[in-house]
């Protein structure tokens, strides 16, 4: 019978990666490259390469921005607030 390695307590910290932050990053980029390549390539330019199961929720979460730009944009018009760049948060005074 085979022994089994003796279990760690509950209170100590698994261990530590092995390797270094910079190398698990650059392992991970050359890892998303791989797959990109051996992606299906698009059959035309903005084709999603997305499987079709993904569909129902891009058209939820493109839908969200939608009414979330439109809803921005009523606002703005409704302070007179001048258009900016929409992914900057407004200054607020305190």
Do not use: C, W
Not at 6 to 18: E, K, L
Not at 62 to 70: L, N, S
């Amino acid at each position: 019978m085979a022994e089994k390695p003796p279990q760690q307590p509950r209170d100590v910290d698994p261990p530590a990666p092995s390797l270094d932050e910079n190398i698990q990053h650059h392992l991970g980029d050359e890892l998303r490259a791989a797959y990109n390549a051996l992606a299906p390539k698009p059959a035309y330019l903005g084709d999603r390469t997305l499987p079709a199961e993904f569909e129902h929720q891009l058209l939820r979460i493109e839908a969200t921005i939608e009414v979330r730009e439109k809803g921005i944009e009523a606002i703005r018009e409704a302070l007179a607030i001048p258009e900016a760049d929409s992914n900057e948060a407004p200054d607020r005074e305190r």
